[in-house]
């Protein structure tokens, strides 16, 4: 056993405060994830895809019906953050299918018995789900651009869509991530999450005004996070839209979806490597 | 020196099924040691319990000194761990992996570079640093996983079955590199294999685990001796479990493990 005396074994190095780590931490997790889109961007290619054909197609047909009421806005005004929200659902939604992939291979378990608490890869987790929307507003932005959608530019507002945009998609990435927990396996999870994205889809105002939907619907709406993100992009996106509830009530209502989303993926989490 | 490894009765049941019962057994530090045992014999489950993935259903453990329940964090900090299935990330080059590691065990900022180019040396993965590991053969995948277990240089490494799956150059490769690693840096490693001649090769002592019971331990020479003059270690597990390596153990669990391990072997390529 002459190695064990060879062997210098740094067995305590210093390590930052537990608050400082929980931070360095989540962009480590989130960096990486940003890392693989750079490698491989098609998934990412492909999603932009969805929101332009919701707005070229579905878009420009309703809007020659004249069959919604969206008040002072025309009906593409009114739909474009709606579309960016729902093309930001749609792929964050499925997110929890690439944390079930990891868990197959075994890099979740990797993950797991590091020394990084389950918030952190967590949050990291979420964090990286925001930020990849990004490319599909920007998609979103540039389309609208072209067929006339009246947007507003200014470094504000755009950065206010951002925000919003990350938070929300962060949200329901983790409710994904949440679910993937639960099922834990790939065919039960794309059921579920085919389930899910249409009845938050339909219950919010990302394509007709929830003034125009039945009670029992109304009230769905407002219990929706969707709702709230479209909202608040809603107003800051177009010019001359008015939002159904105040921004800072929009912005509350989506930073505590996610927080307390994250609360109970981080518990959840090593169901996953049981 | 405290042992490495200590477990005191620890048990896990999964429902009905008791997959690992009452599991006494020290690890000293600076010791091979191989749990040998059929798929569902309780070899992972074991592992699991002791890297904190699995709360115990009842007994302890510690590991470098922390007790697996109270301070996992701690272990977490001590060791380093190479699971069945693939834990690079195939979607990310060698290197980025190396790096996810040091920085999520906040090695010194300064040392990383020269730690992760050190690592890839040592695994001979040099000239493949900067290419997705999702190209690498089975052989490479392994080697860079145990680079990224061993980052830290944790006090005891945990590998779950290293070489399933891999061909017989690239099993020969990997066991060099573990005994190398340990020559290097005096770490304890606790492995599991349901391979024979793995556990001869590389371990200075094995404990036999049949149906979540160890029902043998001791040195690979020693056990075989004891199964009778001139038998092998093969002949040895057939003596103590009345069942041979291979074809034993019809409890539950087994239709999922031979997936897994398939699936794992398919990957590996």
């Known amino acids: ?8 074994r740094p067995a305590v190095w210093a390590e930052p405060p537990a608050a400082i780590r929980f931070v360095q931490d989540s962009w480590t997790i989130a960096e990486g994830e940003l890392r693989k889109l750079r490698h491989d961007p098609t998934e990412l290619i492909t999603r932009a895809v969805q929101p332009l054909l ?12 004249r069959a919604i009421p969206t008040g002072s806005l025309s009906y593409i005004d009114f739909l474009a953050p709606g579309i960016l929200a729902q093309s930001a659902l749609f792929s964050a939604i499925f997110f929890g299918i690439a944390i079930i992939w990891e868990r197959d291979l ?3 378990h990797k993950y797991l018995v590091s020394p990084a608490s389950r918030g952190a890869l967590v949050t990291g987790k979420a964090l990286a789900g925001g930020l990849r929307s990004l490319v599909q507003a920007a998609m979103v932005y540039a389309l609208a651009l072209v067929i006339g959608v009246h947007l507003r530019l200014d470094p504000l507002s755009v950065i206010g869509v951002a925000l919003v945009v990350v938070i929300g998609s962060a949200a329901f990435a983790t409710f994904s991530l949440v679910i993937a927990c639960l099922v834990r396996t790939r065919e039960r999870f794309m059921g579920i999450g085919q389930i899910l ?18 009670d029992w619907l109304q009230v769905v709406a407002h219990l929706n996070p969707l709702t709230y993100q479209v909202d608040a992009l809603r107003g800051l996106m177009v010019q001359g839209a008015t939002e159904s509830f105040p921004l800072a009530l929009d912005f509350a209502v989506l930073s505590v979806t996610t927080v ?8 959840l989490y090593p169901r996953l490597a049981q | 020196m405290p042992p490495a490894i200590a477990t005191r009765e620890l048990t896990r049941r999964f429902d009905v099924l008791t997959a690992v019962n009452a599991l006494t057994l020290d690890v000293q530090a600076g010791e091979v040691f191989g749990l040998l045992g059929p798929n569902g014999a309780g070899k992972t489950t074991t592992i699991k319990m002791l890297i904190t993935l699995l709360p115990p259903t009842s007994g302890d453990a510690t590991v470098a000194g922390h007790d697996i329940r109270h301070d996992p964090r701690l272990v977490r900090r001590s060791i380093g761990y190479v699971p069945q299935l693939l834990s690079s990330d195939g979607a990310l080059t060698a290197r980025e992996n190396l790096m996810t590691s040091a920085r999520l065990y906040h090695l010194p900022a300064a040392d990383r570079r020269a730690r992760i180019d050190e690592a890839l040396e040592f695994m001979a993965l040099e000239s493949s640093a900067d290419r997705l590991v999702r190209t690498f053969s089975g052989g490479m995948v392994r080697r860079l996983e145990i680079a990224q277990a061993m ?5 005891v490494l945990f590998l779950d079955e290293p070489t399933v799956g891999l061909d017989p150059t690239a099993r020969r490769a990997v066991w060099d590199h573990i005994r190398g690693l340990r020559e290097a840096e005096g770490t304890t490693i606790l492995l599991t294999t349901h391979y024979m001649d793995e556990a001869a090769e590389l371990c200075g002592r094995v404990g036999f685990m049949h149906l979540g019971k160890l029902v043998a331990l001791g040195t690979p020479e020693e056990l075989a001796a004891q199964a009778g003059k001139g038998k092998s270690l093969d002949d040895a597990f057939t003596h103590f479990t009345g069942s ?4 034993s153990g019809e409890q539950g669990g087994q239709y999922r493990d031979v997936a897994r391990t398939r699936r794992t072997a398919r990957r590996l390529g």
């Open chain 1, 1 to 8: 056993m002459t190695s064990l005396e060879r062997a210098e």
């Open chain 1, 54 to 65: 919701w707005l070229l197609v579905f878009g420009q047909v309703i809007a020659n019906t």
């Open chain 1, 106 to 108: 075994g890099v979740l």
């Open chain 1, 197 to 214: 994205t249409m009845p938050l889809f339909f219950a919010s105002s990302a394509i007709y005004p929830i003034s125009i939907m039945p």
């Open chain 1, 260 to 267: 307390v989303l994250i609360a109970i993926a981080a518990r």
């Open chain 2, 151 to 155: 980052l830290h240089r944790p006090e």
């Open chain 2, 244 to 247: 041979g390596l291979s074809e």
